[in-house]
C-alpha cells in the first residue's frame, strides 16, 4: 500500500483523489479536490447496463473530464475494498463447505487469480498508469461515505450490507477527520444476506429486488416473523446476529437458500414469472419486521455504547427506507443522516474521502446542510448547448427555450393539468434515487396518475407506488416526518388529517392500490407511508420553484417523483438518453436543460415500433 504525501493546503495545486468502486455490482467512481466533491457517477449511467460491474472507465473519464484532470496527476488512486482479505474469506468459506461448494469455488477462481487479487496492477492496467493504487476496506469505505461528508462534526457510524470482505456490519464513531469502527458483525451473520435469502425466494433478482420486496410488505401480514427467528436467525440484544447456516446455501453454493429453507415456508422459491402470492407478501412484511427490530436493537446499542446524538449510515440496507424511517422515527438518535448513495457505488465516495481525511490527515469542513451538494454530482445537462441543439435536432425533436422562471411556470402548469413532466436538467443524480434532475413529475392529487405512469410510461406494474416530493416548509403538513428527507432515503406516514377511508375488502395486490388512501393516492402506500424527499431552496432551488409555483395554483406542494427511465433501464444520464426515453414512452412534456418539449409538435418521431421494441429490448424486462 502507498501513500501519496499530501500537499499543503493553500498550495496552488490542490489534492486530487480518485475513487473506485468495480466487479461486484454497481462500479462508480468519484473524485475529490482537496475534499470536496468534484464528481461522482456510477458506471451504468454511461453504459446503459444497469447495475454494471465491470470497470467503470466511462465514470472516471467523466471524473476526469470534469475535474480537468490527467489520471497520471491524480495524488492518489483508492480503491473501495481488500482484494487480498476478500480472497481469504472466499477460500476460507470454499474450506468449511468442501466439496460442496466446488462449483462455484472453481468458477470464481480464474478471475481472481489472473485479475482481481492484483488489483492494485490491475487498476493501474485499466487506466493506463503506472501510479500505485491505494486500499480501503470495504465497511471502512462504507463508514467514510457517511460520515465525512454529514453535517456532523461528531457522530455514531452504522454500516449495514449483504457483506464487504468478512464485515457485514460494523459501528464506531466518527469526530472531526477521524473514523474509530469498534465492533463488527462478520460473514456468514449478515442481515442483508438474510433479506436477499427472502428475495430470492420470493422470486426476486438479489441485489437489485430487494426494493421490491420492500414495497410488497404493507400488503401482507409479518405471520412468518415467528418463524424466522425461531429457525433461520438468533438476533442478540446488542443487534448481533447469528444466521442458522442450516438453512442457507450462499456460503459455498450458487444460491442462496436450501432445500430446509424451502421446506420451512411450505415449498420451492417463486419462480420469476409466476403470481405473486399472500405468501410472498407475507414474507415479505415478516423479513421487514426482522430487519426493523434488528437495525433497531443496533442503533440502540451503538447509542448506549456512544451517547453520541446523532447517526451517519450507509451499505445496502440503509437504503431499506422502511427500517431507517423507523429507527428515524422510532430511534434513540436525533438526527439520522444517510450517504445518498448507500450501496457499494458509494464506497468510491468513501475512499476518496478516507484517504484524505483519515490517511493524509486533513481536516474536514463542516458544510450546511451538508457537503453533498444535494448529490447533483454527476453528468451536467446545461441550459443551453449547441451540441445538445444538434443532436436533439438529429433525432426530430422541436422544442422552445424558456428562461428559467417561465420553465418553472410552465412545468407545474403542465402537472396540474393532469400531464406527465419528463425533467433532465443540470448535474445527475448520485446514488440510485432521483432527486429532481433525472425525474418524472405529474400530480400527486391525481387518482390515475399511479396507472398512468406505470402503465403508460415506466412500463411495469408496479407493488411500490410513486414517491412524493414535497417543499421542505411544508413536508410536516402532509407526511409526520421527523427530520428532513432531501435523499429520498426515509419512510414517513402521510399525516392523520391527509388520509381518506379506504375500503377495500376483498381487493388483492396492486388492486389495493388503486384506492385513494389519502389526498395524494399516487403517493400514499396500502398502509399510509410514503417515500418522502423534502426539497430545499439550498440543495434543489430550481425544483423548489417548481413546487412553489405548483402551490401557488393548487394549495398543495406536493407532487409525484419517479425516476426518469424505463423498467430495467439505468435512471437517464444524458440529454440523448432523455429524449430517447421521452419519445419511446407516452410523457406528454420533456424539459431538457431550458428547452420545452411538448409530445404533439414532436414531427418527426425517431423511433418507429420496432426501434421502440429493440430499445426496450436492450434493457431486462424480467
Ligand atoms: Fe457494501
Not at 404493507?218 to 412468518?224: L, Q
Given at each position: 500500500m502507498s501513500i501519496t504525501e499530501p500537499k499543503h493546503n493553500g498550495s496552488p495545486t490542490p489534492t486530487r483523489i480518485l475513487g473506485i468502486s468495480a466487479y461486484y455490482h454497481d462500479s462508480a467512481a468519484a473524485l475529490i479536490e482537496d475534499g470536496r466533491i468534484v464528481a461522482a457517477a456510477q458506471e451504468d449511467r454511461f453504459t446503459r447496463i444497469k447495475a454494471d460491474s465491470s470497470f467503470p472507465h466511462h465514470a472516471i473519464s467523466f471524473c476526469l473530464e470534469t475535474g480537468n484532470v490527467d489520471e497520471n496527476d491524480l495524488d492518489a488512486i483508492v480503491f473501495y475494498e481488500s482484494p487480498l482479505v476478500k480472497f481469504e474469506r472466499l477460500v476460507t468459506s470454499y474450506h468449511q463447505t468442501a466439496p460442496n461448494g466446488l462449483r462455484s469455488f472453481l468458477k470464481a477462481m480464474p478471475v481472481w487469480l489472473t485479475n482481481r487479487l492484483w488489483m492494485e496492477s490491475e487498476i493501474a492496467k485499466e487506466m493506463g498508469i503506472t501510479k500505485k493504487v491505494n486500499i480501503c476496506d470495504h465497511h471502512l469505505s462504507h463508514a467514510a461515505s457517511a460520515f465525512f461528508p454529514s453535517p456532523y462534526e461528531r457522530a455514531a457510524i452504522l454500516t449495514i450490507d449483504g457483506v464487504g470482505e468478512w464485515s457485514t456490519a460494523t459501528w464506531g464513531v466518527g469526530h472531526g477527520n477521524t473514523i474509530d469502527l469498534m465492533e463488527e458483525i462478520r460473514f456468514p451473520n449478515s442481515v442483508g444476506l438474510l433479506y436477499s435469502a427472502i428475495t430470492y425466494y420470493t422470486g426476486f433478482k438479489i441485489n437489485s429486488g430487494e426494493y421490491k420486496v420492500m414495497g410488497l410488505a404493507?400488503?401482507?401480514?409479518?405471520?412468518?416473523a415467528d418463524t424466522i427467528r425461531k429457525h433461520l436467525i438468533h438476533i442478540n440484544d446488542d443487534g448481533s446476529i447469528v444466521l442458522n447456516q442450516h438453512y442457507f446455501n450462499y456460503v459455498g453454493g450458487l444460491h442462496m437458500t436450501n432445500e430446509r429453507f424451502h421446506a420451512l415456508f411450505g415449498g420451492p422459491p417463486r419462480v420469476p414469472e409466476d403470481q405473486i402470492t399472500q405468501k410472498e407478501m407475507d414474507l415479505a412484511a415478516s423479513v421487514q419486521v426482522v430487519v426493523n427490530e434488528i437495525v433497531m436493537k443496533m442503533a440502540q446499542h451503538v447509542h448506549d455504547q456512544t451517547g453520541e446524538t446523532n447517526i451517519v449510515l450507509a451499505g445496502g440496507v440503509a437504503l431499506n427506507v422502511v427500517s431507517t424511517g423507523h429507527l428515524s422515527t422510532h430511534g434513540p438518535f436525533e438526527n439520522v443522516w444517510i450517504q445518498p448513495a448507500a450501496g457499494d457505488a458509494g464506497g468510491a465516495l468513501g475512499a476518496a474521502l478516507w484517504m484524505w481525511h483519515q490517511r493524509m490527515g486533513n481536516p474536514r469542513t463542516i458544510e450546511s446542510p451538508d457537503s453533498m451538494q444535494g448529490s447533483f454530482l454527476g453528468l451536467n445537462i446545461p441550459p443551453a448547448s449547441d451540441i445538445d441543439d444538434a443532436m436533439l435536432k438529429r433525432l426530430g425533436g422541436s422544442w422552445e427555450i424558456l428562461e428559467e422562471d417561465r420553465l418553472q411556470k410552465r412545468i407545474a402548469s403542465s402537472i396540474i393539468e393532469g400531464k406527465v413532466v419528463g425533467l433532465a436538467r443540470g448535474r445527475a443524480e448520485w446514488g440510485p434515487r432521483a432527486l429532481g434532475a433525472r425525474s418524472i413529475l405529474g400530480d400527486a392529487r391525481s387518482t390515475k396518475m399511479q396507472t398512468h405512469m406505470n402503465l403508460k410510461i415506466k412500463f411495469r406494474e408496479s407493488f411500490r407506488p410513486f414517491a412524493p416530493m414535497a417543499r421542505a416548509e411544508e413536508a410536516r403538513e402532509y407526511f409526520d416526518i421527523e427530520q428532513e428527507s432531501p435523499y429520498m432515503l426515509l419512510c414517513y406516514p402521510v399525516t392523520e388529517s391527509r388520509r381518506m377511508e379506504a375500503p377495500d375488502d376483498g381487493l388483492f395486490g396492486i388492486d389495493k392500490l388503486k384506492v385513494p388512501r389519502s389526498e395524494m393516492p399516487a403517493v400514499t402506500h396500502v398502509d399510509y407511508s410514503a417515500r418522502v424527499q423534502t426539497v430545499d431552496h439550498v440543495r434543489n432551488p430550481f425544483v423548489h420553484s417548481v413546487l412553489t409555483e405548483v402551490k401557488s395554483l393548487t394549495d398543495c406542494p406536493v407532487i409525484v417523483n419517479t425516476s426518469f427511465n424505463v423498467r430495467g433501464e439505468p435512471i437517464v444520464n444524458s440529454a440523448e438518453d432523455a429524449y430517447r426515453c421521452f419519445m419511446a414512452t407516452e410523457m406528454d412534456c420533456l424539459v431538457v436543460g431550458n428547452r420545452f418539449f411538448e409530445r404533439d409538435k414532436q414531427t418527426d418521431r425517431p423511433m418507429s415500433d420496432e426501434d421502440r421494441q429493440e430499445w426496450l429490448r436492450r434493457f431486462d424486462l424480467d
Open positions: 404493507p400488503y401482507g401480514e409479518p405471520k412468518y
